[in-house]
């Protein structure tokens, strides 16, 4: 679906907050005592936010990543980590430091809705389907009118499992696109640049799984969002064990779990289409854009003593100070695997204007944060 923008993508999905009237959370089962933690500062993560320019400016191969977003991340059993991408540009830089143009209008840039990146020692490599004269993505469409965008990721016995949103066209105009439905696909660690196997998730609710996924107490916490724009209310599932491929039951209003989709609650409202829980000390963090209002350059953090919620006590973390003009900032979300001074927070940045990527290589990048608590 190369004639689709990332700019018009992530603007559409991603941004579009605004306040809305507080929500009262789904009780929360019974948690343990615990102290809140507390947001100590936020400092740019300069290895990783320069390991990525680096390799985005690197032409030493022309059929790799030069910028992307999505963004999630997962430790594979060799100890390397897996870097997930949504909407993805690969090909040169020119040394100016600008793009050519994509295939489709006479260059040799190459645009992806989804694509693999591996690090090893402070190294990273690409990964996609199809060849180096013709790469194509690692979770292919089904049509020229279907394309899928990545969630967060699990590891089940072995086998990377990505969740995936389809997002589908329904007629001819710029803004005649929708989500359509969730699926999980099935990876090979050593062979990720085509799914083992593709599975349908829960989809009959208006909810896009995963936003983000916690394990914790023999569960899989699966954190989704049901997007109407203005606002965005997240939801909550859980699954026995690691794999996605359970039985999955829902979090209700009254804070009991179901196993039908159509009981799932609204929890809080605010947070961003990628968000992330992570268990800091005693307590558990969301990290999150702040979508209370329009366009935000606020990354904030809420806690909670389950990770069931409620999130409360929003906490500042970060102002993103690419934000203004035709540059937004959206979607962080946290990598509690990935080696920092802090927990690692990664967030995306993107244009209005699609020709910005094309003049400036380093606008669609993910930047990085270290975020220290007390």
Not at 64 to 90: H, M, N, Q, V
Not at 117 to 126: H, K
Not at 136 to 148: F, I, S
Request: aromatic share 12%.
């Amino acid at each position: 679906m190369t004639r689709f923008r990332p700019a018009l993508a992530s603007l559409a999905i991603a941004l579009l907050g605004f306040p809305a009237a507080p929500l009262p959370a789904a009780a929360a089962t019974t948690p343990a005592a615990c102290t809140p933690a507390a947001v100590a500062g936020a400092t740019t993560d300069a290895r990783l936010t320069g390991l990525f320019t680096a390799y985005g400016n690197d032409n030493s191969r022309l059929d790799d990543w030069t910028g992307a977003d999505g963004t999630y991340s997962l430790r594979l059993p060799s100890g390397k980590e897996l870097w997930i991408f949504s909407d993805t540009f690969l090909g040169q830089v020119n040394p100016d430091g600008s793009r050519p143009p994509v295939v489709e209008e006479g260059g040799t840039t190459v645009f992806l809705n989804n694509s693999f990146a591996v690090e090893r020692d402070g190294r990273l490599s690409t990964i996609h389907d199809g060849t180096a004269a013709k790469p194509t993505a690692v979770m292919p469409p089904r049509d020229g009118d279907h394309w899928y965008w990545a969630g967060d990721a699990t590891l089940a016995g072995g086998v990377v499992e990505v969740t995936y949103q389809e997002y589908e066209r329904f007629g001819t105009g710029a803004w005649d696109w929708r989500w359509h439905r969730n699926v999980v696909a099935r990876f090979a660690p050593g062979r990720l640049e085509r799914p083992i196997s593709v599975h349908d998730l829960p989809s009959g609710h208006g909810v896009a799984w995963a936003s983000a996924t916690i394990e914790d107490g023999g569960y899989t916490y699966v954190y989704g969002v049901e997007d109407f724009g203005s606002p965005k209310y997240m939801h909550l599932a859980r699954v026995r064990g690691q794999s996605l491929l359970g039985t999955w039951e829902f979090l209700t209003a009254d804070g009991t779990w179901s196993p039908d989709e159509t009981d799932s609650a609204r929890i809080m409202s605010g947070v961003a289409n990628e968000y992330s829980v992570t268990k800091v000390g005693s307590s558990y963090v969301l990290i999150t854009h702040d979508t209370t209002e329009a366009l935000s350059p606020n990354i904030v953090a809420y806690t909670s003593c389950s990770p069931s919620g409620p999130f409360t006590g929003r906490q500042h973390v970060y102002t993103t100070p690419e934000t203004g003009g035709n540059i937004f900032t959206y979607n962080a979300h946290a990598h509690p695997d990935v080696a920092g001074d802090g927990l690692v927070v990664s967030y995306n940045v993107n244009s209005f204007v699609n020709t910005d990527h094309y003049r400036d290589v380093t606008i669609y990048r993910p930047r990085f944060l270290d975020v220290t608590f007390r």
